[in-house]
C-alpha cells in the first residue's frame, strides 16, 4: 500500500527548529485550554456516557490519556482505538476523534463507516478540511505547528479535555514554565544515554508512549515505553550502566531500587506528567541537534498519512 504525504514546512530548515517555538507556547495554550473547554461544553462527553476516542500516532496517545483519566474520575467508560482498529459498533453514546490534520485516511474512513447513532466530536487543528465536516468540531487552529513533529497540538488537545474533566492545570501549567526554563545540563545524562525506557501508570502510561515516539520520531533514539508495573517482566533486561529508566507520575514500590540495580540512570520528578513530557520534548531538540538531525522533518514521517484507495 502507498503512502501519499502532506508537508507544510519550506524546503530549507528555519535556523531554530519550529519545533523549539511550538514547545515554547505550551503552557499559554494549556491556559488557554480553559476557555475552550467551557465554550465546547455541548459536544464534549457528559458524566455517564459510554465514549470511545480514536486517533493515530501521537493523538491515539492523548486518546489513551483521556479514556484512563476520564474512567480513573469515575464518569463512564472511555474506550481508546487506534483509528484503523476501532471498535465503533460497541454502543457508544459519544465518539470523539483527534487528528491534527483532519485528513487522515484512517480518522476519515472510520467516521465515514460509523453507522451508529453516537455523537461525533473531533478535535483537529486545520478547518475546512474533511473531518470538519463528519461531526462537531473543536478547531484548534491557534496551536497547529509547522513541524512534522507533534507537541502543542496534541498537549492542547489533551488539556482541553482534562479541564473539562474537572481537573485544575494551573500548577501544571506552572510546572511546565519552570521545565523549560531549567538549564540544558539538567537534561545531561539523557542527553547522552544510549538507550531510554519511558514507564507510567495511569494515564501518565499513554504519556510515556508519547515520550519514547517522540524521541524516536526527532531523534532516531532508541526508546521504549511500557506500563511501571510492566517493566519488571521483561523491560528491566535492557537497562544498565549509561541507559535511562525514565517515570513519568508517581513511583511504584521499589521501583527507584530495582532500577538502581540495573545501573541504569532513573529520571523522575515530582511532575505532573503533561509537564514531564516538555522535558521530554526539550531533550528531542538537544539530542536531534547532537546528531546533526533536523527534528522538524523526521526521515519517512510526514504531516498527514493520506493512503492510496
Known amino acids: 500500500m ?20 511550538e514547545i515554547a507556547t505550551q503552557p499559554d495554550d494549556w491556559a488557554a485550554a480553559r476557555e475552550l473547554a467551557a465554550r465546547h461544553r455541548a459536544v464534549l462527553p457528559e458524566a455517564g456516557e459510554r465514549v ?3 486517533g493515530c500516532g501521537t493523538s491515539l496517545y492523548m486518546a489513551r490519556a483521556f479514556a484512563a483519566a476520564r474512567e480513573a474520575a469515575g464518569l463512564g467508560v472511555t474506550d481508546a ?8 459498533s460497541r454502543g457508544y453514546d459519544r465518539i470523539v476523534a483527534i487528528t491534527r490534520s483532519g485528513t487522515t485516511t484512517e480518522v476519515i474512513e472510520a467516521l465515514k463507516d460509523y453507522d451508529g447513532e453516537a455523537s461525533v466530536t473531533v478535535i483537529t487543528a486545520t478547518p475546512e478540511t474533511p473531518v470538519v465536516s463528519l461531526g462537531d468540531p473543536i478547531v484548534l487552529a491557534e496551536v497547529d505547528e509547522r513541524s512534522i513533529v507533534q507537541t502543542r497540538f496534541a498537549t492542547t488537545a489533551l488539556a482541553l479535555l482534562r479541564w473539562h474533566l474537572g481537573h485544575d492545570l494551573d500548577p501544571v501549567i506552572e510546572q511546565a514554565r519552570l521545565a523549560l526554563a531549567e538549564p540544558e545540563s539538567t537534561l545531561a545524562v539523557a542527553r547522552s544515554a544510549d538507550q531510554l525506557t519511558f514507564v507510567g501508570m495511569g494515564w501518565a502510561t499513554a ?3 508519547e515520550a519514547a515516539l517522540k524521541l524516536r520520531e526527532a531523534t532516531q533514539t ?11 517482566h521483561g523491560p528491566i533486561s535492557i537497562s544498565g550502566p549509561g541507559r535511562v529508566v525514565w517515570a513519568l507520575g508517581p513511583l511504584v514500590r521499589n521501583f527507584a531500587r530495582d532500577v538502581a540495580a540495573t545501573g541504569a540512570h532513573l529520571e523522575h520528578r515530582d511532575l505532573d506528567p503533561m509537564a514531564e513530557l516538555v522535558r521530554v520534548q526539550r531533550l528531542c531538540l538537544l539530542r536531534a541537534a547532537d546528531a546533526g538531525l533536523d527534528p522538524d522533518r523526521p526521515r519517512n514521517l510526514a504531516r498527514s498519512i493520506i493512503l492510496d484507495p
Do not use: G
Open 2 to 21: 502507498l503512502y501519499l504525504v502532506t508537508s507544510t514546512l519550506t524546503t530549507d530548515p528555519p535556523a531554530t527548529p519550529y519545533l523549539a517555538d
Open 52 to 54: 470511545a476516542v480514536i
Open 81 to 88: 482505538w487506534p483509528a484503523s482498529e476501532h471498535r465503533l
Open 207 to 209: 504519556i510515556a508512549e
Open 222 to 232: 532508541w526508546s521504549e515505553s511500557y506500563p511501571m508495573t510492566e517493566y519488571r
